[in-house]
């Protein structure tokens, strides 16, 4: 069920939920950046820190599929203020952890409560919005302006005042969106008030929709996007520092800068998904990522640093396209209910990505580990290319 708003109140419900993206995801961006600060203070391995980080990402995953069937049974705006406020809580966990083992239990928390937020956000938006395509893109450009300010933040406060006080300072951030949402998301109908949370549950249901070709298929392309995305998030900062040779501080940065970049190509991708098609705009992305991380581990010195972090800013700018392609397969009175599931889905499998890249860091070194990235983004190309090709229509 579309709401209709005036052209006023779109722009705020756009800009609010946009912040609140901002904020969510900008506290895990900081996580990155202080994982090797975190890895001198406990002693710990990059796998034990990956697990960790696998374990966040899991439980923010699964909480993907009940936040959207909760937002079709309760409303949108009261998952978002529960997600924002599990995130700040998260966050304060996450800083005040005084081990190894309650950081990740903290982890977790902040997944949960970030969890909660986006599915009902895209929910929200595509109701409001009916070219939902350039509106997606625009919400995780926010998550991608996130990783400008939150990462170069936390490695200069990190460096300075230790990476307590910049988890803690993240979730300081995070208060004024909490007080905007309250203000400026509207208390709109629940899109199916008439469904019973034994949705969650509905095994026939989940497995129709699942087994639907053109939706599985979108699922598999975007577990490739989002395991790239879990080793850039989780990874990039330490491969800065070990691989490149650069302090925390500039690898913070240069973390910063590959997602300044990604804010402003989201959108533009978005754009490109609308008047082109949404494939189109993936397989462009995927392959200026699998470039920037052969520039990366292949070209030395100043040219292959800044080379590769350019273009992987550019590369990773799918997230709004691969949400909207999931959005084009299904009907509008599905979409709480499927988004979410299929975004529980493809994240749990892609939250694999910390983990895997961290093993394949401990035991091969870095080009093993972003070398399994790069083999898994041609997977994609093949798969895009193929579809094309055969008329596949998936």
Excluded at 119 to 134: A, K, Q
Excluded at 283 to 297: K, W, Y
Excluded at 329 to 345: A, I, M, N
Excluded at 361 to 384: N, T
Aim: glycine letters at 14%; a positive charge.
């Amino acid at each position: 069920m579309s709401i209709s708003v005036d052209s006023t109140t779109r722009r705020r419900v756009l800009a609010t939920v946009t912040a609140g993206n901002f904020a969510q995801l900008g506290v895990r961006f900081v996580i990155g950046p202080i994982v090797p600060l975190v890895l001198v203070e406990f002693g710990a391995t990059r796998s034990g820190v990956g697990g960790a980080l696998t374990a966040m990402w899991a439980v923010y995953a699964l909480l993907q599929f009940p936040s959207g069937v909760f937002a079709d049974r309760f409303g949108e705006r009261t998952l978002l203020l529960t997600g924002l406020v599990g995130t700040v809580l998260g966050a304060a966990a996450v800083a005040l952890a005084p081990s190894l083992v309650l950081f990740g239990a903290a982890l977790v928390l902040l997944g949960a409560g970030a969890g909660l937020f986006f599915s009902p956000g895209s929910s929200l938006l595509s109701r409001v919005y009916d070219e939902h395509g350039g509106a997606l893109s625009a919400l995780t450009a926010g998550g991608a302006l996130a990783g400008v300010i939150f990462p170069a933040s936390a490695g200069i406060v990190g460096v300075r005042y230790g990476w307590r006080t910049a988890v803690a300072g993240a979730a300081l951030v995070s208060l004024p969106v909490v007080l905007a949402t309250v203000l400026y998301i509207p208390k709109s109908p629940a899109a199916a008030p008439e469904k019973g949370l034994s949705e969650l549950v509905n095994v026939r249901r989940v497995a129709r929709m699942m087994t639907r070709p053109s939706l599985a298929y979108t699922a598999g392309i975007a577990v490739l996007t989002g395991f790239t995305f879990q080793a850039v998030s989780s990874f990039l900062p330490t491969f800065m520092v070990q691989y490149r040779r650069v302090d925390p501080g500039t690898a913070g940065v240069l973390f910063a800068v590959v997602f300044g970049i990604s804010s402003l190509a989201q959108p533009a991708a978005g754009k490109v998904s609308d008047a082109v098609s949404r494939d189109f705009a993936i397989g462009m992305s995927a392959a200026l990522t699998a470039s920037a991380f052969l520039v990366l581990l292949a070209v030395d010195g100043t040219v292959g640093l800044l080379g590769g972090t350019v273009l992987l800013g550019t590369g990773i700018s799918w997230p709004g396209t691969v949400q909207a392609r999931v959005m084009d397969q299904l009907d509008v009175e599905e979409r709480g209910f499927g988004f979410g599931l299929v975004r529980t889905v493809y994240m749990l499998l892609a939250a694999s990505g910390s983990v895997i890249v961290g093993s394949l860091a401990d035991s091969g070194g870095w080009v093993h580990a972003y070398g399994i990235v790069i083999l898994l983004l041609v997977g994609g190309l093949f798969a895009l290319g193929t579809n094309r090709a055969l008329g596949l229509n998936l």
